[in-house]
């Protein structure tokens, strides 16, 4: 039975805590691989990573392209390129959470499927400008996430997104995370939905271009109008590791 690796940031460690039981934090999972002892029995392994890897710096070239230098931690992921490995990448997440989770000083709103309408009294940006914004606040992730992924063309790579936003503002003030301030309240739920769409919308294209394969929502994860259900929230931004449990047995992880 070939490893499986768990590759990312925050919503990773989540991931993570479902596939099984391991000792330490991020801060330990930052400098190296640990095991996870998996309730499935697979052998499987964590390693925190934002966009900002501490074994990858990135560096552009004379054409403005951009290239990766990569630290001897690198090795140990390169272990992982083999028929059978699986490797979940998740070294981003909270882009669009972090610029558009607190409301906009400047009120917006943009037309989507996702949503029927728009809010009242807003400006409305077209569509083709934010989804410009949302690949502008992924680049840096899927930058490092398609260097990484070069380095394991055998293994089977996933793509993990994050989860569907959190509708309510009442929970998400009480939940900062330690993080977000919300002194000019909390964005529009329904603005927060359209974003979260037009974030799939982008990391859908990056897989299909690089050969990942993109971690579906959980099925019944969402409730009818495609927020994440109560059962799931944790923090203002995240889901509790239940969540994931679908798609940790998918894998087999």
Same mark, same amino acid.
């Given at each position: 039975?070939?490893?499986?690796?768990?590759?990312?940031?925050?919503?990773?460690?989540?991931?993570?805590?479902?596939?099984?039981? $391991?000792?330490?934090?991020? +801060?330990? %999972?930052?400098?190296?691989?640990? *095991?996870?002892?998996?309730?499935?029995?697979?052998?499987?392994?964590?390693?925190?990573?934002?966009?900002?890897?501490?074994?990858?710096?990135? +560096?552009?070239?004379?054409?403005?392209?951009? %290239?990766?230098? $990569?630290?001897?931690?690198?090795?140990?992921? #390169?272990? $992982?390129?083999?028929?059978?490995? +699986?490797?979940?990448?998740?070294?981003?997440?909270?882009?669009?959470?972090?610029?558009?989770?607190?409301?906009? *000083?400047?009120?917006?709103?943009?037309?989507?499927?996702?949503?029927?309408?728009?809010?009242?009294?807003? @400006?409305?940006?077209?569509?083709? &400008?934010?989804?410009?914004?949302?690949?502008?606040?992924?680049? #840096?992730?899927?930058?490092?996430?398609?260097?990484?992924? %070069?380095?394991?063309?055998?293994?089977?790579?996933?793509?993990?997104?994050?989860?569907?936003?959190?509708?309510?503002?009442?929970?998400? #003030?009480?939940?900062?995370?330690?993080? $977000?301030?919300?002194?000019?309240?909390?964005?529009?739920?329904?603005?927060?939905?359209?974003?979260?769409?037009?974030?799939?919308?982008?990391? /859908?294209?990056?897989?299909?271009?690089?050969?990942?394969?993109?971690?579906?929502?959980?099925?019944?994860? @969402?409730? &009818?109008?495609?927020?994440?259900? &109560?059962?799931?929230?944790?923090?203002?931004?995240?889901? /509790?590791?239940?969540?994931? %449990?679908?798609?940790?047995?998918?894998?087999?992880?």
């Amino acid at each position: 039975m070939s490893a499986n690796l768990i590759l990312g940031a925050s919503h990773a460690m989540v991931l993570a805590r479902q596939v099984g039981r $391991f000792e330490g934090d991020w +801060k330990v %999972a930052v400098r190296d691989l640990i *095991p996870i002892a998996t309730h499935s029995g697979a052998e499987t392994w964590l390693l925190f990573s934002t966009n900002n890897p501490t074994f990858l710096e990135l +560096k552009r070239g004379p054409g403005d392209e951009i %290239a990766g230098v $990569f630290g001897p931690l690198m090795d140990k992921v #390169r272990a $992982f390129n083999r028929p059978g490995a +699986k490797v979940v990448l998740g070294v981003g997440g909270n882009e669009h959470n972090i610029r558009f989770l607190a409301a906009h *000083p400047q009120p917006f709103d943009v037309f989507h499927p996702i949503w029927p309408g728009v809010e009242p009294g807003r @400006q409305i940006i077209p569509r083709r &400008e934010m989804t410009a914004v949302t690949q502008g606040l992924l680049e #840096r992730t899927l930058t490092v996430t398609r260097l990484i992924a %070069a380095e394991l063309p055998l293994a089977e790579r996933w793509y993990l997104p994050p989860p569907p936003p959190i509708p309510s503002e009442a929970h998400i #003030r009480a939940n900062t995370e330690g993080f $977000f301030r919300f002194e000019g309240g909390v964005e529009a739920a329904s603005v927060r939905l359209k974003l979260h769409a037009m974030y799939l919308e982008v990391v /859908t294209g990056f897989c299909r271009a690089n050969g990942l394969r993109l971690i579906p929502p959980t099925p019944g994860g @969402q409730d &009818e109008q495609g927020f994440l259900r &109560e059962p799931y929230w944790q923090g203002s931004t995240h889901a /509790t590791s239940d969540y994931y %449990a679908g798609i940790v047995a998918e894998l087999g992880l």
